[in-house]
């Protein structure tokens, strides 16, 4: 079969459908499983959004008002949403340089396909691994940049090499890294100077307090060379809905309309309903809960961090992140170590070579859990040191 050989060098399975296999196979009757694996979200819908997607519903059901498909590139009330938080924020950017989407994950592999084979692309590493492997199946030639503890995992331009596609995201799954203005100026001017594009995943950029830029666009001359995946899942918890946006500025010459054809092709666009929904993460009530409820997840993360302290284990200091990163005891290998969580204490989390290059000897905590999950799994936490 001539299938496509790239697949041979990647992993032969994605590491969420690993994990989601390894909890839904955990059978310990004294142990209730504690699930930090894949950071799915788990507090339900905002009020104000469930409203507004039953009054979707609602049209739906009468003639006048039923909708077929939806625009490839999104309705024009969400464009338009997207495009004046945008202003608010200095950035200039217009309704048609916006494309709903189904979220981040996908759209880190299609905006591969507006180029040409075999491009050289650089990911920021150790990262979220959907967009590296996609790249590696369009046989393109990747490269990673490793980022390190000391650096607190900030990435900075390579030397040499010139790059057609740039991946970076921040704050970073996994590691919590959230570039700073300084650092994403750098790599404005580096893309500006090399001519690459930089594809900037900021699907976590809700969870950043400080101040840190939340979209590439608030630094000069982003508009000139990047694009911005954003998603609605972590924030509005819309994992189970699908719902998110990429931007591709006019400025990027060619690249905005070759997606608008691109998603002609290959999308039949979001729902209707689940962009009504969407809608609301830009209502003011919506806008304080979502606030609490992005506390209520960090303050999980310093109820693991301490745990993790109390055991002498290095973390990230990052408070801009849903995962905690962490190293795994006496240097361990880090499929061992997660397994020893599992099977011991019967928590399930992610190993940091799942995130690829650098990962390695590092595990993620997911904080989209219950405060009694996190509380109950520091309590656990305290055994760990038999183990070793
Ligand atoms: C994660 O990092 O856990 C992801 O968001 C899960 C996924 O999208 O596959």
Redesign the pocket.
Known sequence: MNYNKNFDSIENE???SK?RKQASSFNNPDLHLIDL????VKLPLFKQTITAMKGACDEMQKEQTFKGYPPANGYQFLRDKIAQSYQNLGAKIEPDEIFITD???GQLGNIAELFNYGINVLFQSPC?P?GAESNVLRDNNVDFLVTHEQDGFIPYPPIGKRYDLIYLCSPC??TGAVMNRTDLTIWVQYALKSGAVIVFDG?YSEFISGDYPKSIYEINGATDCAIEIQSF??SLGF?GIRCGYTVIPKRLGELNALFFHWLGRRFNGVSYVSQRGAETFFDKDVKSQLEKRIKFYKTNTEVLKIALKNLNLWYNSSVCSP?VFAKTPNGENSNVFCRKLIENLGIVS?PGSGFLHGGEGYF?L?A?CHREDALQASDRLKNLAQYY
């Open positions: 994605y590491i969420f994990i694996g894949v950071g799915d979220g981040a994950k979220y959907a799954n996994p699907a899942s972590k994992t995962y992610t993620r997911s989209f």
